[in-house]
């Protein structure tokens, strides 16, 4: 450990001094006024959490998102905060910040530390321990049963020995447990197209070949003269796995969680086999994408496109179907299809978070900061945070029961296209940082806070003619009513386990990238193979390659640290 701590702290060296201070004012050159509340806004502040004072205390703040924004937070996300006697100076992520911050010592008041960093840190007095802070913690708090196995783990597992709890992680229930379909995991067809085409049915993954011809054939192209394609492919989610997989493996229940292990993982069973077993969804996926593009069915700039440019076709309507790599399907008129061998998968945040925030023995105010913190556990903040501020004007408000909906104003800018006419100071988008309950937790009022999960989001969202037809056709609300009622087979993933997994070593490493570097290449390749004959040529040309590279012995590897992490994970949660 302490070898690990001297090499942190030399790899970085010269970039010490990153963040200059910790605990005080932006010294930049911003206007103070652009980056403060008015003074009204501060007078409200002891309505609004502060207790007898109207002192702003600063913090900085790194988390996991260089999406998250820079410099101290203005507009209504700073109003927010400030109303809580809090400014935020945000860091934006990188790891080689994150690096020269353990480097130097000198690291932001609250910062996000994966599970190794954060025990090296907590080693060398970098962190300070939470302990005498918790109870103070009202989010925390109230959400005991989802904290208290994390903290016991934490203790037991992730604190050096000592005893303490050094971070806090990200806990939260089943995403089931309020999604009206599957959120992105599903087939979901450019509706007007397949009502068009006459709903052609299917039964296997394979058949629905067929039914895509009829719908190009339906419509070749857009208004604006955009050729329709089946799949959209993209190739910048590759990390250590051919990422577009996904997209079929989540509607037979698999996930590719493990791939770079060479490793494919069974959801509803909770166990893996290998990649290159005969008869893998791998090979079968491949070899249905293969059949896609044979067709004329896969979009030929897949290849050099991003996932933000597949998505602008999605959402011009030149996509057929839309797939997993995309969200919020609904809005742009796609709607999922059900066949017979269609395995619906959730997730669920992990129980036991191997990382999460830690507050910096540097700190200057650390009561600020576990404040903070505990903003990131509060119902009612994480509701404006994720949603927005509540009112008749904005994205949402309470109902007469106290049940959060979005507004009528907000549902008709959707329909026409439109802003929201919100005020600057009150104009709260979706803060893009990881927040210590998961979005699909259910509030004491019986819903999300985050507010695409609302029951009356998803009326909306199926209250277009498109979606009517969907309910026409199908008889059901929503997709989840039907499987509901048909007691259709669901495959959830629980993760919790993962956080017992064993952290690859510098061989593993060299070694995954290494089979990155034939298995991916190799996947696109057969996506766009001439002939079958070629098509299996590279599988076994890919195969052969990563067993020279010793894959069965990393498979072997994998599916035995699966099998130990899932055995100490089911013993804290009997």
Known sequence: MKKRLAGLFMAAAMCAGLLGGCGTQNDGNQDASQNTATDGANSEGADSGQTGSDEVA????????????????????????????????????????????????DLADVIWLPQQEMLTAAEGGLIIPLDDYLAQMQGITKHADLFDPFFEYAREYNSNGTGKVYYLGKVGPSSLNVVADTERFAMKMNWAIYAEAGYPEFSTLEDSVEAFKTMQETRPQTEDGIPTYAMNLFSDFDTDHFWNINSVYCLLGKADTYLGWGV????????????????????????????????????????????????????????????????????????????????????????????????????????????????????????????????????WNYDESGMPVITEVFAQSMADGTELNIPADQSIEFWNITYLIDSGYILDVGTSYNYTYFPSYYDYLYSSDLA??????????????????KNWTVAEQTEGFSTFLTPDDDAMIMTKAALKDIIVPASWRMVFATSESEFDSIWEEMKTQCESLGIDDVIQYKLEDIANARAIWASLNK
């Not at 556990?377 to 994480?382: F, Q, R």
């Not at 309910?471 to 039907?482: D, I, K, Q, S, V």
Request: proline share 3%; net charge negative.
């Open 264 to 395: 494919e993982y069974d959801v509803r069973t909770q166990t893996g086999t290998s990649m290159f077993a005969d008869g893998s969804t791998y090979y079968r996926a491949l070899k249905y994408m293969y059949n896609l593009n044979q067709a004329g069915l896969i979009d030929p700039d897949s290849l050099s496109q991003t996932r933000s440019t597949a998505y602008e076709k999605i959402h011009s309507g030149a996509a057929l179907a839309g797939w997993a790599g995309v969200p919020g399907l609904e809005s742009d008129g796609y709607y999922p299809v059900v066949f017979d061998e269609f395995i619906p998968t959730y997730t669920t945040a992990s129980s036991l978070p191997s990382g999460g925030y830690c507050i910096s023995a540097k700190c200057e105010n650390v009561e600020a900061a576990v404040k903070f913190l505990d903003l990131l556990a509060d119902e009612e903040a994480l509701l404006t945070l994720w949603s927005g501020y509540a009112g008749d004007e904005m994205r």
């Open 58 to 105: 600063s913090i900085t703040f790194f988390g996991t998102n260089a999406n998250s924004g820079s410099g101290v937070l203005t507009g209504g996300l700073g109003k927010f905060f400030e109303d809580k006697g809090l400014s935020v100076e945000v860091v934006p992520y990188s790891a080689e910040k994150l690096q020269a911050q353990l480097a130097s010592g």
């Open 468 to 485: 009517k037809d969907w309910t026409n056709l199908y008889g059901y609300a929503y997709l989840r009513e039907m499987l509901e009622d």
